[in-house]
């Protein structure tokens, strides 16, 4: 992409060595300092040095280079999740760093949506070279085959991961065209390390949304078949595992609509089993839901350690998005800076029941001795100090609402309402729990699943997801981008189950209709299509 992120073929090689080259560390911690003392003939000589460039495939995941060459968390650190809720209605921006993002006020300059892009492909950009460079070692000998195809799985699994990224916010959804021929995102395969090769790829174009799918399932089942079960006990949920990327395939072919693929990936997760609990088989990492809803988060360093956290990106005390950036920074009240506050439109939400386990366990409000609360908080991120919370990218409870609503589109309403209640139920009170009279018609469950969606990953950037997939159907979630309101509400607003009846003072963001706006996707950043001309004549519309 942009020459400074794929490499100024005047000035390529530092940018070489300490973006994309030297990767990692072989201590606990994935994103750890990377170690760049070796050149990179040297990189690949011996499988410990292998090791430590796949692991750099998951520090530039953790932190590729905000537009100040800083780490702001980008793209996987904190953003994406940060990103993915400050384009929803759920969680509100106080004004701040992503108030441009929550506004809707973007355009192809500004910062936020500039360092997705480029970190992204930064992040693919290292995956692409470390895969091709351990197969080069292979050939030559100095790793063994079966190391290779594993770290070249883990680098698909991360290149997928971002294509996926990339995808629901530059381009519109799966089911915008028949056949998805619609625009997607540049597909690249091929590191660029070179000047040779930027010159060569510098004026490459837009893949069709299709496309983009077809890689991503192709290096998703290349990495299910080559990836380890579990990785050692330390690693285990921060490493690509073959559970991992199953997980993610419901994700995937969710957007795409092919809820028959849904079901047969969850399948393999334990999701077709007739009981009222539900476990995946320990050969594809034996996950299971807590107990309790605050399981994957109960404490500092919960989220590193649970069974129902399947794939996260690390953040250690040495290497992380900092002040300005950490998801325990934004998210959580004082000592954090409380910039990420739950919005009063999902609190008063009537599918969100008063007594629900999550409004007591997994928020908390800003109230304090002879201070009156104004704000509640997500309470998933436990240290502001130190900004060591793992940022979690899929857990055991995703995958069975993917599977609950897949099977609910087709037909099942029997097993969907079991996987919806495995992950409802231990929240609620026996009282409010869903049986098959809560849903007169199928729509009715397909929404119960919705609104679940919303209220289980509240603080995971997950309802941009959403947002995105369901804005076509126009069923089940807004036409567009919600109205939202702003950061003036007031504490006595928030009415927990009452519905909310406020001022929406940020505009709806439609996506079909008379008042059609081409903000419900990002632009093409500037930075890209200055340096690509083929690219700045495929920018989105309206940009």
């Not at 929550?102 to 970190?119: G, K, R």
């Not at 065209?177 to 597909?187: F, N």
């Not at 009537?350 to 386990?357: F, H, M, Q, V």
């Not at 097993?415 to 929240?427: D, T």
């Amino acid at each position: 992409m942009k020459n400074k992120y794929f490499i100024n073929k005047k000035a390529w090689v530092l940018p070489l060595l300490g973006l994309m080259l030297f990767a990692g560390s072989c201590k606990k911690y994935t994103d750890i300092v990377p170690d760049n003392t070796f050149a990179e003939d040297d990189a690949y000589s011996n499988p410990q040095r292998a090791a430590l460039a796949i692991t750099g495939v998951y520090s530039a995941a953790q932190s590729s280079p905000y537009t100040d060459n800083s780490n702001r968390g980008y793209p996987f650190g904190a953003a994406n999740t940060i990103q993915g809720d400050m384009r929803g209605e759920d969680m509100m921006a106080i004004p701040s760093f992503f108030l441009v993002t929550y506004e809707n006020s973007f355009d192809a300059t500004t910062a936020n949506n500039t360092a997705l892009w480029t970190s992204l492909y930064a992040t693919i950009n290292r995956a692409n070279i470390v895969l091709t460079k351990l197969k080069e070692a292979a050939a030559a000998g100095t790793i063994t085959t079966d190391v290779a195809t594993a770290g070249e799985a883990e680098c698909r699994f991360i290149r997928a991961l971002s294509y996926h990224e990339l995808l629901i916010h530059f381009a519109r959804p799966y089911n915008e065209t028949t056949g998805a021929t619609h625009q997607g995102v540049v597909l690249r395969t091929v590191g660029i390390n070179t000047p040779e090769l930027v010159e060569q790829f510098k004026n490459e174009g837009r893949s069709t949304v299709k496309q983009g799918y077809d890689l991503i399932l192709s290096d998703l089942d290349f990495a299910e078949t080559n990836l380890a079960a579990q990785s050692t006990a330390s690693l285990r949920i921060t490493r690509a595992t073959k559970g991992a990327a199953v997980a993610l395939k419901t994700r995937v072919k969710l957007h795409m609509g092919d809820y028959a693929g849904v079901i047969t990936e969850g399948a393999k997760l334990g999701t077709a089993a007739t009981a009222a609990t539900f476990t995946a088989p320990t050969a594809l990492g034996g996950y299971a839901l807590t107990a309790t809803p605050d399981g994957p988060f109960a404490s500092v360093g919960a989220n590193y350690g649970n069974t129902e956290s399947i794939f996260s990106i690390e953040n250690s005390t040495i290497r992380n998005a900092g002040t300005n950036g950490s998801l325990s920074t934004m998210y959580s009240k004082a000592p954090g800076r409380a910039l990420a506050v739950i919005s009063p439109i999902i609190w008063n939400d009537p599918s969100w029941k008063a007594t629900d386990l999550r409004r007591t366990l997994l928020a908390t409000t800003d109230a304090a001795t002879g201070v009156a609360a104004k704000y509640y908080f997500s309470a998933k991120y436990k240290d502001p100090a130190t900004w060591t919370d793992a940022n979690p990218i899929i857990r055991y409870a995703e995958v069975l609402l993917n599977v609950s609503e897949a099977y609910a589109r087709t037909g099942n309403t029997i097993q969907s309402l079991a996987l919806l209640n495995a992950v409802r139920n231990r929240s609620v009170l026996a009282a409010d729990r869903y049986t098959a009279a809560s849903f007169p018609a199928t729509t009715n469950l397909i929404q119960g699943i919705i609104n679940e969606r919303r209220i289980e990953f509240l603080g995971e950037g997950k309802r941009w997801m959403d947002i995105h997939r369901l804005a076509k159907e126009n069923l089940y979630g807004p036409n567009g981008i919600p109205a939202k309101t702003s950061s003036t509400v007031a504490f006595s607003a928030y009415n927990a189950a009452a519905g909310y009846t406020g001022a929406r003072a940020i505009l709806a963001i439609p996506y079909t209709g008379a008042n059609t706006s081409f903000r419900f996707i990002w632009p093409i950043p500037t930075v890209e299509t200055q340096a690509n001309p083929v690219l700045a004549g495929q920018q989105n519309p309206g940009y």
